[in-house]
């Protein structure tokens, strides 16, 4: 599967932007999703998740109740819902697809990543 993250940019915090991965072939819907992003100098870390089947979904505790992951298997996209952004939010985010345990997918497919800042 090939993905490619759109829909970052300059947001003021308190604000709002939604991210999209639009994933290209027919097993979209097979594959657990997952949104990370990357801050200079820091490593990548999780952010998001959403089950392939039951949509069941999971949070870094940084982002929980501001962000929210969905997707919609109809149109092969992912999508997450940045509310109240912070400017410590701000980094390159990153669409991945993933199968495993959903405590520890494995992401093996990952978009290009996308640039969100957010301004204070």
């Known amino acids: 599967v090939q993905l490619q993250a759109s829909g970052g940019g300059l947001v003021q915090a308190g604000g709002s932007l939604r991210l999209s991965c639009a994933a290209s072939?027919?097993?979209?819907?097979?594959?657990?999703m997952g949104w990370f992003r990357q801050a200079p100098g820091k490593e990548r870390e999780f952010v998001a998740a959403v089950g392939s089947i039951t949509s069941r979904t999971r949070y870094a505790n940084s982002v929980k109740g501001r962000f929210t992951i969905s997707r919609d298997n109809a149109k092969n996209t992912l999508y997450l819902q940045m509310n109240s952004p912070k400017p410590e939010d701000t980094a390159v985010y990153y669409c991945?697809?993933?199968?495993?345990?959903?405590?520890?997918?494995?992401?093996?497919?990952w978009g290009q990543g996308t640039q969100v800042t957010v301004s204070s």
């Open positions: 072939g027919r097993t979209f819907s097979t594959y657990d």
């Open positions: 991945a697809a993933g199968r495993g345990s959903w405590n520890n997918l494995q992401y093996g497919y």
